[in-house]
């Protein structure tokens, strides 16, 4: 599907209806990784539509794994680690930041070579955060700038497990080195240093792999998962969107269907609760161990709160979206602990304040965060900045504004929710 370049939004129609959001992007990427680690056929039912599992998808392909079908649902034929084989190329993980972490974890333990790449944005972003604990693990790893930056190159073997302590709460490290434990000789521990999301345990604790987590320290021993079948649950990032947007649209009214409802997915709920939101979940099944249900949300008058610590570490991909919700409500939101945006699909404090700044907001930005004094935003001429979440978030904000507001770089939504603005439309002509 093609996607514009430059949308139009606004009106401030209230949005009505029900919507599903695509399956989730962190489910995706892990059902088709363990689906792979597995020995035989698993089924995966609404797997994130977006062009970062479909990097993962066509890296496992590249290294032998049968993959048939579309997103909507395909059957992945594991054959156990040994199944894999060296790719013919390089691995080209286009935007996708889980798909080289998490892919460094599994090479690192093979017994070939392999070179991982991606976009500009991605060969930006930090890797020493992998590279270091794997070489620890024994692994021959490298890449640019004295292996700290993409591409990286890895000539897999044998790992030995040990103790990692890192220094940031990252859920794509931890998964790297769960991936790493699972294929070396010993015990693998990871001392997490704050919350992360922990899809990577659940499931492959579900699926009888030897991973336990206990007291904030992952173990993991040398095993594989099990096949499975998985109807891959909404992802609550892109939820996330919509939520904020009939928050702040006066005489909205929806319910976002199966959702995934992982604590460590939706402290932004809580977070928009405190700030007066008027929104209720309704958990209603488990699937490999991922709670799922609806979420429903009704606009309401919303204020200024603080989000900090590990609130703030398991909302970092919703910060765009609760940024909106920010320059909607009446007073302050402070922002603090929050460093990491500095390095995901764009620099997200520089442009978060620079488009909220086109909206008439005041922002404030600090090294580790933004304080955002609430007002009257109004229509303007916004950007994408390469990441989808900055388009989205600007999406939602021209959305509640009577005036129309252009988003330009629209097309790089299409990393995790292509049909955006198709699902928007609905619920704002109330057909959804
Ligand atoms: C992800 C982990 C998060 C998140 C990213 C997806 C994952 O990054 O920002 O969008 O699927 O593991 P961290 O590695 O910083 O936790």
Redesign the pocket.
């Given at each position: 599907m093609t996607v514009p370049n430059e949308i139009v939004v606004g009106g401030a129609r209230p949005l009505r209806g029900r919507v599903r959001v695509p399956g989730d992007?962190?489910i995706s990427?892990?059902a088709l990784l363990f689906a792979a680690l597995a020995d035989g056929r698993s089924t995966i039912a609404r797997l994130a539509t977006g062009a970062d599992v479909a990097a993962t998808r066509r890296s496992l392909e590249r290294l032998g794994v049968r993959i048939k079908g579309t997103p909507e649902r395909l059957t992945v034929t594991g054959a156990g680690v040994d199944g894999l084989r060296e790719p013919d190329g390089v691995i080209d993980c286009a935007n996708s930041?889980?798909s080289m972490?998490?892919l460094s974890g599994l090479l690192a333990g093979r017994p070939f070579l392999s070179v991982l790449d991606g976009d500009d944005s991605l060969r930006t972003r930090p890797m020493a955060r992998v590279v270091q604990p794997l070489r620890a693990m024994g692994a021959a790893i490298d890449g640019r700038a004295d292996g700290t930056l993409a591409p990286l190159v890895v000539r897999g073997g044998a790992l030995t497990g040990c103790r990692h302590t890192p220094s940031?709460?990252?859920?794509?490290?931890?998964?790297a080195l769960v991936l790493a434990g699972l294929q070396a000789s010993g015990v693998t521990e990871i001392v997490e240093p704050g919350a992360?999301?922990d899809?990577?345990e659940r499931m492959l604790g579900a699926l009888g792999a030897p991973v336990t987590s206990s007291g904030g320290v992952v173990r993991v021993e040398a095993g594989a998962p099990t096949a499975f079948e998985l109807d891959v649950p909404g992802d609550p990032?892109s939820a996330a969107f919509f939520v904020v947007a009939a928050c702040i649209t006066a005489g909205s009214e929806i319910v976002i269907e199966d959702v995934a409802l992982n604590p460590s997915r939706i402290a932004f709920v809580t977070v928009l609760q405190r700030m007066g939101a008027d929104i209720e979940l309704e958990p209603h099944s488990d699937r490999v161990g991922e709670p799922v249900g609806d979420i429903t949300v009704r606009a309401a008058p919303l204020h200024g709160t603080t989000i900090v610590g590990d609130e703030v570490?398991v909302a970092?991909?919703e910060i765009p979206a609760l940024a909106v919700a920010a320059a909607f409500a009446e007073g302050v939101t402070d922002i603090r602990d929050a460093a990491?945006l500095r390095v995901?699909e764009s620099d997200r404090i520089g442009t978060v304040q620079q488009e909220l700044g086109q909206l008439g907001i005041a922002v404030e930005s600090r090294p580790d965060g933004l304080m955002i004094r609430g007002g009257r935003p109004q229509a303007a001429s916004l950007k994408g900045h390469g990441d989808h979440r900055i388009a989205m978030a600007a999406a939602v904000a021209g959305h509640a504004i009577e005036a129309d507001s252009t988003v330009r770089g629209w097309s790089i939504v299409a990393v995790s929710y292509p049909d955006f603005l198709a699902d928007l439309a609905r619920l704002s002509d109330g057909d959804a």
């Open positions: 992007k962190s990427h892990r930041g889980t972490r998490v940031v709460a990252s859920a794509q490290v931890k998964s992360s999301r899809h990577t990032s570490s970092m991909d990491e995901k």
